[in-house]
């Protein structure tokens, strides 16, 4: 940043033109947003009234402290227009920073939070709603056309004698040959506990898993493969994996529906 702090460059008045540091475009010395004002010791303090433009609306001043020394460090302060809101990372008061890897990152944010912030402003809302007018405006006037096209009379040649394409009706319940797991509501019984226990049964392609609602924890899996068979009724099917082992459960709110897809899904 100390590249940055060479101020003696920028020319003024008569003979400037031949200064290694000047520049003919004003664009090039910080015509933006947001701008950066490194300040070395003994600076007198910023201004942003000495700067005239449309553009700047939030100036980040990085002082240093200590230059050129293990102990350099760097003091940072913020000054915006009155219809920029505040924006973050915070700075804490009275605070120096340490030439880190940690300050870049702090000042990298404040910078993109500032210009994010400047965007907000009155001043840039009624600029981007007046470009995006204009752009609705250009493409109303030079790529809209009034003329319709008459698809009955042209390119009737190309239907002749073909037959009249069937509609498609959608496959009932396709859901349910999905890929990924479909998920129902269900009542589990816990034996080791002669309790039920609410959940959430999942069934994809490949596993079957119940989470438990209250703690979300998974409390069975296993892969479809092992499935060897299930009995349903009307509110509840059992659903038998590995050697014989089952699993219990009941169709929760009384929902019938949801038995006859968990079959389904089965199948």
Same mark, same amino acid.
């Given at each position: 940043?100390?590249?940055?702090?060479?101020?003696?460059?920028?020319?003024?008045?008569?003979?400037?033109?031949?200064?290694?540091?000047?520049?003919?475009?004003?664009?090039?010395? =910080?015509?933006?947003?947001?701008?950066? @004002?490194?300040?070395?010791?003994? #600076?007198?303090? *910023?201004?942003?009234?000495? &700067?005239?433009?449309?553009?700047?609306?939030?100036?980040?001043?990085?002082?240093?402290?200590?230059?050129?020394?293990?102990?350099?460090?760097?003091?940072?302060?913020?000054?915006?227009?009155?219809?920029?809101?505040?924006?973050?990372?915070?700075?804490?008061?009275?605070?120096?920073?340490?030439?880190?890897?940690?300050?870049?990152?702090?000042?990298?944010?404040?910078?993109?939070?500032?210009?994010?912030?400047?965007?907000?402003?009155?001043?840039?809302?009624?600029?981007?709603?007046?470009?995006?007018?204009?752009?609705?405006?250009?493409?109303?006037?030079?790529?809209?056309?009034?003329?319709?096209?008459?698809?009955?009379?042209?390119?009737?040649?190309?239907?002749? =004698?073909?037959?009249?394409?069937?509609? @498609?009706?959608?496959?009932?319940? #396709?859901?349910? *040959?999905?890929?990924?797991? &479909?998920?129902?509501?269900?009542?589990?019984?816990?034996?080791?506990?002669?309790?039920?226990?609410?959940?959430?049964?999942?069934?994809?392609?490949?596993?079957?898993?119940?989470?438990?609602?209250?703690?979300?924890?998974?409390?069975?899996?296993?892969?479809?493969?092992?499935?060897?068979?299930?009995?349903?009724?009307?509110?509840?099917?059992?659903?038998?994996?590995?050697?014989?082992?089952?699993?219990?459960?009941?169709?929760?709110?009384?929902?019938?529906?949801?038995?006859?897809?968990?079959?389904?899904?089965?199948?």
């Amino acid at each position: 940043m100390g590249e940055e702090a060479e101020t003696e460059n920028w020319g003024i008045g008569e003979g400037c033109e031949s200064w290694e540091g000047y520049l003919l475009r004003k664009r090039h010395i =910080g015509n933006d947003i947001v701008t950066i @004002v490194f300040q070395e010791p003994g #600076a007198l303090p *910023f201004t942003p009234k000495n &700067i005239r433009s449309h553009f700047q609306h939030v100036f980040v001043i990085v002082k240093v402290h200590n230059p050129c020394t293990e102990n350099v460090c760097y003091s940072v302060g913020v000054s915006r227009s009155k219809d920029v809101p505040p924006f973050g990372p915070p700075i804490p008061k009275g605070v120096t920073f340490p030439k880190s890897a940690v300050f870049r990152d702090f000042l990298l944010a404040k910078v993109i939070n500032a210009e994010n912030a400047a965007h907000k402003s009155e001043k840039f809302r009624a600029m981007a709603t007046r470009t995006r007018q204009e752009y609705l405006k250009d493409l109303a006037e030079n790529f809209v056309t009034t003329a319709t096209v008459d698809t009955s009379a042209k390119f009737s040649f190309i239907t002749l =004698g073909a037959k009249k394409k069937e509609k @498609v009706k959608p496959r009932k319940d #396709a859901h349910l *040959f999905s890929v990924g797991a &479909i998920m129902w509501n269900v009542i589990a019984r816990d034996f080791g506990q002669s309790a039920d226990i609410e959940c959430l049964l999942g069934i994809s392609n490949e596993f079957i898993m119940l989470i438990e609602k209250e703690s979300k924890n998974v409390v069975f899996n296993c892969s479809c493969r092992d499935v060897i068979g299930w009995t349903s009724g009307l509110m509840s099917i059992k659903i038998f994996y590995e050697r014989g082992e089952c699993i219990l459960l009941s169709a929760a709110d009384n929902c019938a529906e949801d038995i006859r897809e968990i079959v389904q899904r089965l199948e």
